[in-house]
């Protein structure tokens, strides 16, 4: 006889209703004071600036120096704190850095004379246009001269395309 595994149900345990309580005490304790805030007329709740001057403008609503200087000092300490995490976790990691490298790579093929490498270029160029010679001797395939291909082509024409 094979045992069947009782399926878990949620409303056998209390953590569920304990974690939905967690969460509504949450948003009730940080969500709604700023949801009631924001919907108090905004000139209730503005102070009066300084009177500096007739010709002295500034914005009031200005972010205080305190939590920028506190963003920074979090963002510093993080990156410090994590590069030690990573040479903690991978100690073997840093003496990769000393290594050289043993196998030297080959140097750069230059060109050392452009001119004789295109006369030389051009010239095997040239013989594969100008020459006969056997693409495939068993077939009886043979390579013309550009000249003559032309003017065969304009002897016989090319099969299936209409002639004018």
């Known amino acids: 006889m094979v045992e069947r595994k009782e399926r878990f149900r949620f409303d056998q345990s209390p953590w569920p209703l304990f974690a939905l309580g967690s969460v509504v005490l949450l948003v009730w304790r940080f969500v709604v004071p ?28 200005d972010w205080s120096i305190a ?56 010239g095997e160029e040239d013989k594969r246009l100008n020459t006969y010679y056997w693409i495939d001797k068993q077939k009886g395939t043979v390579h013309l001269p550009i000249d003559e291909a032309i003017k065969s082509v304009v002897q016989k024409g090319i099969p299936g395309f209409p002639k004018e």
């Open 67 to 122: 939590p920028v200087a506190w963003t920074f000092v979090a963002a510093a300490i993080l990156l410090v704190v994590s590069a030690v995490v990573l040479i903690a976790a991978y100690p073997k990691a840093l003496p990769d850095v000393g290594r050289t490298l043993r196998i030297a790579p080959p140097g750069p093929g230059l060109q050392t004379s452009p001119e004789r490498d295109l006369q030389q270029f051009r």
């Open 34 to 61: 700023r949801l009631r805030a924001q919907t108090q007329p905004v000139a209730a709740s503005a102070k009066q600036p300084p009177q500096l001057g007739p010709k002295t403008a500034f914005e009031p609503t």
